[in-house]
């Protein structure tokens, strides 16, 4: 799904990590870890276009990713990314339904698939019901999972998740850890950042940042 070759980013003088080599299979989940600062987020941003590494290559179905222009990295984004961002990227003042709405495909919307897939993405996260309800007057861990559900609506090939249990209590992150498996299960390449060692125990594979390679 994603092949990440000799990748290095630096910032000014300061390598942040260096020929990086990892690939993430679809139906496989990757745990990036290491210390805070080693450049988790870095290199998810990388791979999510939102960062340009300094040397290497992303390879997606035999073209690299970084070096996509904008139609590609906006048909990219659309089409096969996934992003959950450790601060929900929720459109705060709509409705629940309205976050899950702009995550549908419109050839989904045409063929009327739409409200089933949003009612069901939101009984799958404890959420049923709570259409209706702003972001706003919900707890983080209920954002995380509204997020959660705007993800299963959307179904893409690859989900990049940094730090996702990292707010909230042990129940929300089984359910978001859970969640997550689930959809790599069905096909989806999952890459996680994270401090939690119940994620990184989930993955089926885990690379150390800090230390340029994969832990067994
Ligand atoms: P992690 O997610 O592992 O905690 P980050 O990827 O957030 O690490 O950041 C790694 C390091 O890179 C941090 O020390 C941060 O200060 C630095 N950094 C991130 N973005 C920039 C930038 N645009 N310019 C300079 N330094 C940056
Ligand atoms: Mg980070």
Redesign the pocket.
């Known amino acids: 799904m994603i092949d990440i070759v000799k990748l290095s980013k630096t910032?000014g003088t300061r390598t942040?990590w260096s020929d990086v080599t990892v690939t993430v299979s679809s139906g496989e989940m990757l745990a990036l870890v290491?210390p805070?600062?080693?450049?988790?987020?870095?290199?998810l941003n990388c791979i999510g276009l939102l960062d340009k590494p300094n040397a290497g290559e992303i390879r997606h179905e035999g073209a690299d990713i970084t070096r996509f222009g904008r139609r590609e990295i906006r048909r990219f984004r659309r089409d096969i990314l996934g992003y959950l961002f450790q601060n929900y990227a929720l459109i705060e003042n709509a409705t629940v339904a309205t976050n899950l709405e702009v995550a549908v495909k419109p050839q989904r919307t045409l063929r009327g698939k739409t409200s089933v897939d949003i009612a069901e993405a939101l009984e799958r996260v404890g959420m049923a019901g709570q259409d209706e309800e702003k972001i706003h007057h919900l707890s983080g861990g209920e954002q995380q999972r509204v997020a959660l559900a705007r993800l299963m609506v959307k179904r893409p090939a690859l989900v990049l998740a940094d730090e996702p249990t990292g707010a909230l209590d042990h129940a929300n992150a089984t359910a978001v850890i859970d969640i997550l498996r689930e959809m790599s299960d069905a096909g989806c390449a999952v890459v996680i950042?994270t401090h939690d060692d119940r994620v990184r125990d989930r993955c089926d594979a885990v690379f150390a940042?800090n230390e340029n390679s994969l832990v067994a």
Do not use: E, N, P, Q
């Open positions: 910032f942040l290491g805070s600062g080693s450049g988790k987020s870095t290199l950042a940042v």
